[in-house]
């Protein structure tokens, strides 16, 4: 089978980029939204198309072929050089599939959302770049090439984030994501450089071979605190994935990042970005999971469950409807780092790993639907609070349903998609790890309550009599949140556990029917919940946060991590740097001139007698000079 024209994927909305960018000015709004979308529609399509073609025709004796296209870029040995090329494997096609989805739907949204705004061709050709970078990261055939375009993502998200540049928050929103990333990057960077060094590659396909357990061998020469160079290196490389999927401690970029308009938020921190450093552990799998007996795999189990469990917690408390879902993406991220932190290989071949992948899918569609409705809801109100909104059912009937279906998945409501893909995750976490099973079920719980909060605060509660009464968005708004509504119940249907595995082997997945009740009864008594304090105007709510006292008020403020950031980097590193910076000007500096000017002076003192303005002592220094010049020649010549 010949996938090559699958290059064709990333290149096109590469082309939409430099055409939008380079001609903005001359472009119409109203065509430069259409020929976005028909761009982004088209890497759909052919996503689509290569997906039904691999997953239906690319296996050989049951198992699901890799297809790898690439020609070398740099060389630096005989076996270290950098390839730029396209993989084709199961997770690199389900990634094409989710992120051109997500991308066609945002672009389709967009030409509603963004109507009238003065950047409106600068945003899409924005929008190309990022789906341009992030295609280019999932198709990546090796670490260097994949940190190229992460480093792009960043780039592009920056943009994003920050569109609204005359707009202060944006701003610092944008330099902060930047910024935060940027830390993290550096460990990801330093994790290629010390596995390629002792590897000699950096080839996804011989960084991940089993053949032989050579990964287990690779740098277990060297070693430092007990654990393999390779170890350390996968540690480092996870860093990255950290950062980029906004986990502690380098999460506190998220919520901010809401500054960025609505379909920003779906694109990026719903269904894409925020899903790569998911998508990294996934690609390296079996790296993590044999290398040192999978310890890097447990730090990555437990970053994901501590993660999960804390946005979870804080999303209960915040009141801006972008920044709960903020906050829901971070717990459900956590999710799928879970999974594949706790996969294993007895019983089901990489339950957990299936899992996360599984997840990944279902969540890009009712988290991007969750987004999008959010946004018909801000364009309706002009407001991101819940305060201003309220019985928004009566006003916004499709915008109503959709996010209720969203709603319903995410909490994982039997028959619902995020229904499927958690129980998937719960079972493998039972399997596995205890605490962290137990830990999930209450994540679950919390989901289920915080969104059902969200829901009846803007559909429910008090009608606020509005200014201009609200209406429903426009059909170029709408058709996105009905197909997303579709695959949010659809998408859990999917056989997917016989097209994505650990291996390359499927398998098919069962409903573990205790499990996936004692998950589904904690997540319906987080709905009814929801509805006793929120269904109707009440001051239960009120009651029990004044209840709670500093400890709500310590998760309200994010558990002050933006404060601790600040006090670290301001008042300690900044002091120290001041202070050094201070004694090295006084000392070294200013000394050092101050030395030269003594010198100076000192020399001036000694010599200026040679500038007296007396005649005779410039005629004495005259015939000296001759003389000694007339016995130097006289005693050259004889010599």
Known sequence: MDFSYTILIPLIPLALFLILGLFSKKIPASISGWLGSLGLGTSFALSLYTAYHYFMEGKLEGVYQTFIYKQTWLVFTDKLHIDLGVLIDPISVMMMVVVTTISFMVHLYSRGYMHGDDGYTRFFSYLALFSFSMLGLVMATNLFQMYI????????????????????????????????????????????????????????????????????????SASFMGLSVFTWGLILIYMGGVGKSAMLPFHIWLPDAMEGPTPVSALIHAATMVVAGVYLVARLFPAFYF???????????????????VAALIAITQTDIKRILAFSTMSQIGYMMLALGVSKYEGHEGLGYM?????????????????????????????????????????????????????????????????????????????????IYYSSVLVAGLTAFYMFRLYFNIFWGEDRKYKHTPHESPLSMTIPLIFLAFMSIAGGYIP???????????????????????????GIIGIIIAFIFYKKPSELSKKFSNAFGVIYTFIYNKLYFDELYLFVTK?????????????????????????????????????????????????????????????????????
């Not at 569109?163 to 990333?181: E, L």
């Not at 007996?293 to 970053?303: H, R």
């Not at 390359?504 to 004692?518: K, S, T, V, Y």
């Open 149 to 220: 375009f992460w480093e792009l993502v960043g780039a592009s998200s920056f943009l994003l984030i920050g569109y609204y540049y005359t707009k202060p928050s944006a701003v610092a929103a944008a330099k902060k994501a930047f910024i935060v990333t940027r830390f993290a990057d550096l460990g990801f960077l330093l994790g290629i450089l010390l596995i390629s060094y002792y590897t000699g590659t950096f080839d996804f396909q011989d960084l991940t071979s089993q053949e032989g357990m050579l990964i287990a061998g690779w740098g277990a």
């Open 291 to 309: 290398v040192d007996g999978g310890f890097a795999l447990q730090v990555v189990a437990y970053v994901g469950a501590i993660s999960s469990l």
């Open 355 to 435: 899992a996360s992948m599984f997840h990944l899918f279902t969540h890009a569609m009712f988290k991007a639907l969750l987004f999008l409705g959010a946004g018909s809801v801000i364009h309706a109100v002009h407001s991101n609070y819940m305060k201003d909104m309220g019985s928004l059912r009566k006003y916004m009937p499709i915008t109503h349903i959709t996010f209720l279906i969203a709603a319903l998945s995410i909490a994982g409501f039997p028959g619902f998609a995020g229904f499927f893909s958690k129980d998937e995750i719960l079972v493998a976490a039972f399997e596995n790890n205890k605490l």
């Open 496 to 522: 997917f556990s016989q097209f994505v595995t650990a291996d390359l082997m499927p398998f098919e997945a069962h409903i573990n029917i205790p499990l996936a009740a004692i998950a589904s009864s904690v």
């Open 571 to 639: 008042k300690i590193l900044f002091g120290i740097v001041a202070f050094s910076a201070s004694w090295f000007d006084k000392n070294v500096v200013d000394g050092s001139m101050i030395g030269i000017g003594n010198v100076t002076v000192s020399v001036a003192n000694k010599i200026k007698g040679m500038q007296s303005g007396k005649l005779q002592d410039y005629a004495m220094s005259f015939v000296g000079g001759i003389v000694v010049i007339a016995m130097v020649v006289f005693y050259i010549w004889i010599s």
